[in-house]
């Protein structure tokens, strides 16, 4: 297996004005591990690099990446591996929302010996991180989860997440252990990708980009009557395909989403004084007045008239 550890000539970087981050500025402590959330858009992530791996995995919405000079869509279930030294971008979709896990991860923290690797020396662990050290133009800019894989690697980061934040006794060889299954089911995914199975990403891809499409149309016309057949041939889903994808891409089902958001946009309307609880019914697409009370009720936990009543009264 050919490894290739990226080398970097930072006058040269800084000369064409790459941003580099270091892991002394960007890590707490000695940990040799990151992990954070972005849950707001930041303004684009100009050209930068750094020196330890970066793993960005797309919980909610879509974003822009850029490597080698070409730009690839990031939607829910992507993720990147990016290996030290490599140049990247990051830019957000104005008016789109995006959500990311992300892990920052020294090669020394997978095992000390890979900190200077010798000549030679090829330690176990380096098996876990040898697919994504590569030459850049040869870097895979993104890998699609579906599944099992998906899943799996959603609650990994969590469970990462909230180890890092509480920093418990034994956190530390917590974030390892899945850290460690983290890379062994992207090196599988990794080899899936440069197997012949990139067509099968591209389908996966276009069909989570034509999700993501049909939830932006929801959110703009969940007024109006919304039938699940027409969302289908809008998407060029069958209805169990949809479902099925709907929920792995909104996390919940169609029924229920457009549920929610009507209920959101009542709860909004209600604090208007002049609003009375039958015009809210109606102009957020219920059609039965008893049945968006049972809903309003189901969701909020008290009754249109109640929630209006608290509303005007703060």
């Not at 034994?170 to 197997?195: C, D, P, Q, W, Y």
Request: overall charge negative; charged content about 25%.
């Amino acid at each position: 297996m050919a490894i290739h550890w990226i080398h970097a000539d930072l006058a040269e970087f800084t000369r064409r004005g790459i941003v580099y981050f270091h892991s002394e500025s960007e890590m707490a402590d000695s940990l040799q591990c990151k992990m954070y959330r972005i849950t707001e858009q930041m303004g684009s992530i100009r050209d930068h690099m750094h020196n330890y791996f970066q793993v960005w995995y797309v919980s909610k919405g879509e974003f822009m990446h850029t490597i080698h000079g070409r730009n690839y869509h990031m939607i829910k279930g992507n993720i990147f591996v990016m290996p030290p030294y490599a140049v990247h971008r990051v830019d957000w979709i104005p008016g789109r929302e995006a959500e990311v896990i992300g892990c920052e991860f020294l090669p020394s923290f997978v095992n000390e010996r890979l900190e200077t690797p010798a000549d030679g020396d090829m330690p176990f662990d380096l098996t876990f991180i040898a697919p994504f050290l590569t030459e850049e133009e040869r870097i895979l800019p993104k890998i699609t989860l579906t599944g099992a894989a998906d899943q799996t690697v959603s609650e990994l980061l969590a469970e990462m997440l909230a180890e890092y934040a509480d920093k418990a006794t034994g956190f530390e060889m917590l974030l390892k252990a899945n850290l460690l299954k983290l890379l062994t089911i992207l090196v599988r995914e990794h080899a899936g990708s440069n197997s012949g199975a990139r067509s099968v990403d591209a389908v996966a891809d276009s069909r989570r980009a034509a999700m993501a499409e049909a939830i932006r149309y929801i959110d703009a016309h969940y007024d109006q009557p919304l039938r699940l057949e027409e969302l289908c041939a809008m998407t060029m889903l069958s209805r169990t395909q949809f479902c099925d994808l709907f929920k792995q891409v909104a996390g919940t089902t169609f029924s229920r989403y457009m549920t929610e958001r009507r209920i959101r946009a009542a709860m909004e309307l209600l604090t208007q004084p002049a609003a009375t609880v039958t015009d809210v019914c109606f102009k957020v697409g219920f059609n039965e007045l008893p049945y968006f009370c049972r809903m309003f009720k189901k969701h909020t936990g008290m009754s249109p008239a109640q929630y209006k009543k608290n509303a005007c009264f703060c």
